[in-house]
């Protein structure tokens, strides 16, 4: 099977940066797609950052320019550098993968368990 894993989150203040990493684990043939999503309290869960296993990135509106995400394909891990960390950028951060693993017909959405990030003002 694939389990995700984050890491990274923790508290920090406005205008600061953190760093999180994602890494698939398990039976995997092969990942396509790798992403983060986030979800704040009272909100629904909402696409933050998107790449596809050659590296072409997706962002949304609210992130851009401040967010980078990347990946490494041979760690099958997935990164979100973030900077210039706003307030309202304060939620649980989940990655994503969309994943083929030794004895499945069809690739599989996995997530992972989610990590919190907190932006003090």
């Known amino acids: 099977q694939v389990q995700l894993v984050e890491s990274g989150g923790g508290l920090v203040q406005a205008g600061g940066s953190l760093r999180l990493s994602c890494a698939a684990s398990g039976t995997i043939s092969r990942i396509n797609d790798m992403g983060w999503h986030r979800q704040a309290p009272g909100n629904q869960r909402e696409l933050v950052a998107v790449?596809?296993?050659?590296?072409?990135?997706t962002y949304a509106d609210s992130v851009k320019g401040r967010f980078t995400i990347s990946r490494d394909n041979a760690k099958n891990t997935v990164y979100l550098q973030m900077n210039s960390l706003k307030p309202e950028d304060t939620a649980v951060y989940y990655c994503?993968?969309?994943?083929?693993?030794?004895?499945?017909?069809?690739?599989?959405?996995?997530w992972g368990q989610g990590t919190q990030v907190t932006v003090s003002s």
């Open positions: 994503n993968a969309d994943a083929l693993a030794r004895g499945w017909f069809s690739y599989r959405n996995i």
């Open positions: 790449i596809t296993n050659n590296g072409r990135t």
